[in-house]
């Protein structure tokens, strides 16, 4: 899960370096332009300095849209996950789905009135609720469910997937803090 995250942390200091690359830039195509190509040492000092000054400005702002990204991610996923839940319990009974080996295979097959799973069909009618199966944690893209046995979690399980009270159906991210 680190490493997942350390790739995922990549992402904004990678554009913040392209955008002082193309502010570095603009300042070299001015010099060519109005000294009509005469590069010094000390333009090449300044255009280093320009860089560094234009990603450590552009750093912050794309780490908070990156962060924004996520949360806003993560909430629509949370909420589709919430959803086809209660769409579940709805078509069997008021039962929520079974965890089995780090999924939910009662959302994701298509199921009979009593919830085994199946092939889509006239014995199978209800389903499959996420045809694309388990959608990844946008915070550690990570998908698999996780048991808890509290309702509502006291922490991670360190899985960074989904945490799931199978009594309750409740599902929440596999995440510190977030446990409403």
């Not at 830039?25 to 190509?37: D, K, P």
């Not at 046995?149 to 409740?170: F, K």
Request: hydrophobic share 35%; charged share 15%; glycine share 12%.
């Amino acid at each position: 899960m680190v490493e997942t995250l350390v790739k995922m942390e990549e992402g904004p200091l990678l554009v913040a370096i392209a955008l002082g690359a193309v502010v570095t830039g603009g300042y070299v195509l001015l010099c060519f332009r109005y000294r009509q190509g005469s590069f010094t040492f000390l333009d090449a000092c300044l255009v280093v300095a320009i860089w560094a000054i234009g990603s450590a400005v552009a750093y912050p702002w794309v780490w908070n849209i990156s962060q924004q990204t996520r949360a806003a991610a993560l909430q629509q996923t949370l909420h589709t996950l919430r959803t086809q839940i209660q769409r579940y319990r709805m078509e069997h009974g008021g039962r929520p789905p079974v965890l089995f080996e780090g999924r939910l295979p009662q959302l994701t097959e298509a199921t009979n009135l009593q919830g085994e799973p199946g092939p889509p069909g006239r014995d199978y009618p209800y389903g499959p609720y996420l045809p694309a199966g388990i959608p990844p944690n946008p915070y550690t893209g990570v998908n698999t469910v996780t048991a808890t046995s509290t309702n509502p979690p006291t922490g991670p399980s360190g899985v960074g997937g989904w945490l799931y009270h199978e009594p309750t159906g409740q599902i929440w991210p596999d995440l510190p803090d977030h446990f409403d």
